[in-house]
């Protein structure tokens, strides 16, 4: 990494992109893919909306995210923070399994999307508080084992990470 002062994406980016790329060796197929992906969030997060709030609900938050500018235009222009839309209907299916369903099983999964959320951009890293605070404010007890698969898990997940900072800050001694 030479030009971006860490800022690189992760290799989950790249598992992604690999898609179109064996599919057809072209930039195109990239825009298409992309385009894929947010029309398959759209309807994603029409299906997480409306199993917890209804279809009104739901038909209402995806006409909004549809018009949204930023998903407009993340359509169309294939960079790293357009992916993220693929992983929030996901992140917010399993943060409302936790904070409504009460369901402490989806705690490893909300940390493994958030995981690689943060390896196609590292804005996704906010989305780390609300799963935090809805534990401390809802009092949802947590067990030993959910909290450590989860650090277990978001280890793995930003290994590459935790390698380049070991490489970048401690010297080897010859």
């Not at 030479?2 to 930039?27: D, E, Q, T």
């Not at 398959?40 to 209402?60: E, P």
């Not at 605070?133 to 650090?151: M, N, P």
């Amino acid at each position: 990494e030479l030009s971006n002062g860490g800022r690189l994406p992760g290799p989950f980016l790249y598992l992604l992109l690999a898609i179109p790329i064996l599919i057809k060796h072209s930039y195109e197929s990239i825009i298409a893919f992309n385009f894929i992906l947010n029309c398959a969030s759209l309807i994603g997060l029409f299906f997480v909306i409306r199993k917890f709030f209804g279809i009104h609900v739901g038909l209402l938050s995806t006409i909004f995210l549809s018009f949204n500018l930023t998903h407009i235009g993340a359509a169309g222009f294939p960079f790293n923070p357009s992916y993220t839309f693929l992983l929030i209907p996901l992140y917010l299916w399993f943060v409302f399994e936790l904070s409504i369903n009460r369901n402490i099983n989806f705690l490893p999964a909300i940390f493994v999307i958030i995981s690689l959320g943060i390896q196609l951009h590292y804005s996704f890293a906010i989305l780390l508080l609300a799963p935090i605070l809805l534990l401390f404010l809802l009092r949802i007890k947590v067990s030993f084992k959910a909290i450590l698969i989860s650090i277990l898990l978001v280890f793995i997940c930003l290994t590459p990470y935790l390698l380049y900072l070991k490489q970048t800050f401690i010297p080897e001694i010859s």
